[in-house]
């Protein structure tokens, strides 16, 4: 049965609208923009928690819920909001849809206010278990077949990332990555704990060469922390609370 909320539709995997919420620390008075807004699950959700200033965003009005806060966005143009305008900026499995990640996250920086928060989420292709399933068929967990080349449409998982990657695309366009969670962790999941400490040595060896020679002794301890996580080792869905800096 697909998951909803109160009957409205969600088109994501079962428990990441409700982490992705838990990661939200502005107030209730906060300016929040949730972009590829769907029927409106996720924005149903802020209002019925007493959010006031929610912005439904996407690239068609498809709501089925009464709300009169949208705007049209589309997440490789520029994004209808002046700058420094939004406290807090959602994105629930929208970054593998598009191929200008880059110029999407660096949109984000340009609305957010300094200090705001900006909340994604995408399939985790750095799980043990999908890369496992890379070794072994050259696909990524959600991406586990050859896309219909024939029929492209934005629904089609064009840009799949990793953590590092994210992480990256996060700190090189002025945000600082705070919390790394996930939505949920399959049973079968746990099966693939075998291969951690042959993951970690392997891991280790490689990053520790790296900041040798690049001097990146500090980022690539941080970034290895991270990456042996449970949410990212395990995890379905990688959902990151990052943070507009300086």
């Excluded at 149903?44 to 705007?71: C, P, W, Y």
């Excluded at 996930?182 to 520790?208: C, D, E, H």
């Amino acid at each position: 049965m697909p998951d909803n909320y109160k009957g409205i539709p969600i088109n994501t995997s079962k428990n990441t609208h409700s982490a992705v919420f838990s990661l939200i620390t502005a107030p209730k008075e906060a300016v929040i923009a949730d972009i590829l807004s769907g029927a409106g699950a996720f924005v149903k959700r802020l209002t019925d928690n007493g959010f006031t200033a929610v912005v439904a965003m996407d690239i068609e009005k498809s709501l089925v819920i009464d709300h009169e806060q949208f705007l049209y966005g589309d997440m490789t143009k520029p994004l209808p909001f002046a700058g420094n305008t939004v406290d807090v900026f959602i994105c629930i499995d929208g970054i593998e849809h598009i191929n200008t990640q880059f110029g999407f996250v660096a949109e984000v920086r340009r609305v957010t206010k300094m200090g705001g928060e900006f909340i994604l989420s995408t399939p985790n292709i750095s799980s043990l278990r999908s890369r496992m399933r890379w070794l072994l068929s050259g696909h990524h967990h959600k991406c586990n077949s050859p896309l219909d080349e024939n029929n492209p449409n934005p629904l089609h998982h064009i840009g799949m990332i990793s953590f590092p990657e994210l992480r990256y695309l996060l700190h090189t366009n002025g945000f600082k990555v705070e919390k790394v969670a996930t939505n949920r962790i399959k049973p079968i999941s746990w099966l693939y704990g075998l291969l951690v400490p042959m993951a970690w040595i392997f891991t280790s060896f490689s990053y520790a060469k790296a900041a040798r020679r690049d001097n990146t002794a500090v980022i690539n301890h941080e970034v290895r922390k991270s990456m042996f996580s449970l949410p990212v080792l395990f995890g379905e869905t990688i959902i990151i609370r990052a943070r507009k800096v300086n």
